[in-house]
């Protein structure tokens, strides 16, 4: 990654990216197939160089983890894509082999000092450091920590891989809408069962609750079934962990964008809007998973649109 990385205060928490991967793997129309053909052209001078390429037109993306350290606990916000994951379906996340616990260390965190994992959602490059591979195995990376995420998720993801129709609580909502594609193959089996197997998962109802002090999931569903962005309150500020609401700062400017990742159109739409309203009346920092440069911002309102400024 060539954007220096930048620890961030809210309130008591401090908030680092530890980097997995930079990419310049998609043009407007693969990330954004459904497009007006020129919903980019109208926005091309607000986008700045490290997040697109104009000779190209290509878009520069992230994926990472956010390390969250307060008074009491070691937090990481997704987990990236992992190594050794068997992605032929993905090619840029086929087979890693990135240095991302080196750069956990040189954060000054060990896998065994994380206290909790929190996941977004239940994604190929969101849970993939959930497990690392051990003598062909694949066993949870962070020992103790408990990892928090959507009870609808799991049952999902377990119905899918087990090649089954989604019942009882894996069933879609039918205010999702229509299912435009399912998460990729293999992602439940190695990198969400072995953390389940091995008693470490806390599966909650994202419902806006609180799961720790100051830490609540808020329901974002659209991207994946129960897509989740993750609040942080402390000392009177405010942090939105936004998760897949949004891949490319395109999406703060034009909001009517889905990616081609989205499992539920309808739904990530509205989930979209409602985030870009509570970004911006909140005043909140905005954490990002796949912005490039800084991966954090804020969103603003002007008249009936909004932008976005890295900070």
Known sequence: MTQATKTYRVGDAAVTRIDELRLAAFKFGAL????????????RDRLEAGSFDPATGT????????????PHHTILIDTATGNDKNRPDIPPLHRLNEPFLARLAAAG???????YVLLTHVHADHVGWNTRLVDRRWIPTFPNATYVFSGIEQAYGERLAAGAEPTGAARPDPALGPAARKPADRVYDDSVRPVIEA????????????VLDGVSFIPTPGHS????????VSRGQQALFAGDVMHHPL???EPSLNSCFCEFPEAALRSRASVLEDAAERGATV?????AQSSVG???RRGDRFAWQFI
């Open 225 to 232: 079934i129960d897509h989740a962005s993750i609040r942080l």
């Open 298 to 300: 804020r969103i603003d």
């Open 32 to 43: 954004y197939p459904d497009a007006e053909p020129d919903a980019l052209e109208r926005h």
């Open 251 to 253: 999406q703060v400017y």
């Open 59 to 70: 878009f520069i993306q992230s994926i990472h983890s956010w390390l969250v350290k307060t």
């Open 109 to 115: 965190v060990t896998p065994e000092q994380v206290d």
């Open 287 to 291: 954490f990002t998973t796949h912005f």
């Open 199 to 210: 008693g470490l998962a806390q599966l909650i109802s994202v419902n806006g609750e609180e």
